[in-house]
């Protein structure tokens, strides 16, 4: 019994970990920024990686969730 809930603690701490990890990642969101230029191509381009950053922050976001949920469960020990 001791060796499961070493294991469990084990996880713990990962998912401790990960969720500071997305947490700051989220808050540093300077690739969404509007930015306007001249040269259609350069809208293009920027369009382009707002998408991609907007992508990102939904899966991060996501991931922070079942992290979060995953941790829930250890506190409450429904986890694994």
């Given at each position: 019994?001791?060796?499961?809930a070493?294991?469990?603690?084990?996880?713990?701490?990962?998912?401790e970990?990960?969720?500071?990890?997305?947490?700051?990642?989220?808050?540093?969101?300077?690739?969404?920024?509007?930015?306007?230029?001249?040269?259609?191509?350069?809208?293009?381009?920027?369009?382009?990686?707002?998408?991609?950053?907007?992508?990102?922050?939904?899966?991060?976001?996501?991931?922070?969730?079942?992290?979060?949920?995953?941790?829930?469960?250890?506190?409450?020990?429904?986890?694994?």
């Amino acid at each position: 019994m001791k060796r499961a809930a070493t294991k469990v603690n084990g996880f713990q701490q990962i998912l401790e970990r990960k969720e500071t990890e997305l947490v700051q990642v989220l808050r540093n969101r300077d690739g969404i920024a509007i930015e306007k230029s001249a040269d259609q191509m350069d809208e293009i381009q920027y369009a382009s990686e707002r998408d991609l950053a907007i992508q990102n922050v939904d899966r991060e976001s996501n991931l922070l969730r079942h992290v979060r949920a995953a941790l829930r469960r250890v506190h409450d020990g429904s986890f694994g």
